[in-house]
């Protein structure tokens, strides 16, 4: 079957379990794709594929850590053994060091290791197919944080991620295959549920997601309003360093312990 714009396609998305991932799942169901959900925590991900699909046909869940090869590429034959195919890779599942600063943590390369080893892996799993098809899609999460920086390890993975994405993209220019970056700012999720700022919910993400696979582009920040930050950033430096470091306070205060 040929993906074309609006078709039912067949894809994975990682970390779907809650926040981003759990809206855009819900999205996704909402337009008839088949979804392979991944996630580690088999209950909340379980329930989810049950809610949007009862029969179990259209949307499987498939407990994942993809930190461990072997748990990825269980992740990949699932989806092949179920639907036959993969159309499209979603790599949402994202990381921070949760309290305190990134120095202090016992493990702060985990982060690295969640948000921009497995993205990458999981790609370099995907990508022979895709090629030999003449299409697919690698729709990365990334974040403003890899725009304008402001947490060490995390804007390390996501400025990562962003040269991932863009040098794949060129990389696979005339295959069929296509790359896509969305980049939030702060919505309300798991990752920012203690923050002291406004914030819309992650549903404003999954229709973002949602419209690069109909409409692919290189990177999309969502909200909009971001858009000047990292315009900002860019131009006025100075002026973000005075900017960032109060929002951040505000940002991670709850860790701060």
Same mark, same amino acid.
């Given at each position: 079957?040929t ?9 994975? #998305?990682?970390?779907a379990?809650?926040?981003? !991932?759990?809206?855009? *799942? @819900?999205? #996704?169901?909402?337009?008839? %794709?088949?979804?392979?959900? =991944?996630?580690?925590? *088999? ?8 809610? #949007?699909? +009862? ?10 850590d993809?930190? $461990? ?10 989806? @092949?053994? %179920? ?9 949402? /599942?994202? &990381? ?5 600063w990134?120095?202090?943590? +016992?493990?702060? #390369?985990r ?5 921009? $080893? =497995? ?17 697919? %899609? ?13 947490? !060490?390890?995390?804007? /390390? ?13 060129r ?8 790359v896509?970056?969305v980049? +939030? ?9 203690? *923050?002291?700022?406004?914030?819309p919910?992650? $549903?404003?993400? =999954? ?12 990177? &999309?920040?969502?909200?909009? *309003? ?12 100075? &002026?973000?360093?005075?900017?960032v ?7 991670? =205060? %709850?860790r701060?312990?």
């Amino acid at each position: 079957m040929t993906s074309q714009q609006g078709a039912p396609r067949v894809i994975i #998305l990682t970390g779907a379990s809650s926040g981003i !991932g759990r809206a855009t *799942a @819900r999205e #996704l169901a909402s337009r008839g %794709h088949r979804l392979v959900l =991944a996630a580690r925590r *088999a209950g909340e991900l379980t329930a989810l594929a049950r809610e #949007l699909d +009862p029969s179990g046909s259209r949307v499987i869940a498939v407990p994942t850590d993809v930190t $461990e090869d072997a748990s990825r590429r269980a992740l990949i034959g699932a989806a @092949r053994a %179920h639907f036959g195919r993969v159309d499209v890779l979603i790599n949402n /599942a994202g &990381v921070t060091v949760e309290r305190g600063w990134w120095w202090d943590d +016992p493990d702060p #390369l985990r982060v690295l290791r969640v948000n921009l $080893e =497995a993205p990458i892996e999981l790609t370099r799993l995907v990508l022979p197919e895709m090629r030999a098809r003449g299409e697919g %899609h690698i729709v990365n999460i990334g974040s403003v944080a890899g725009r304008v920086p402001f947490n !060490g390890m995390y804007s /390390a993975s996501k400025f990562g991620l962003r040269g991932f994405s863009q040098a794949l993209r060129r990389e696979v220019l005339g295959t069929g295959v296509r790359v896509s970056l969305v980049s +939030p700012g702060f919505v309300r999720s798991e990752m920012t549920r203690a *923050a002291r700022l406004p914030m819309p919910g992650p $549903e404003v993400i =999954a229709r973002a997601v949602v419209d690069v696979l109909d409409r692919p582009r290189r990177e &999309v920040i969502a909200p909009g *309003a971001y858009r000047l930050l990292v315009f900002l950033d860019s131009v006025l430096p100075g &002026v973000m360093d005075r900017l960032v470091p109060p929002v951040f306070r505000r940002r991670y =205060a %709850h860790r701060r312990k």
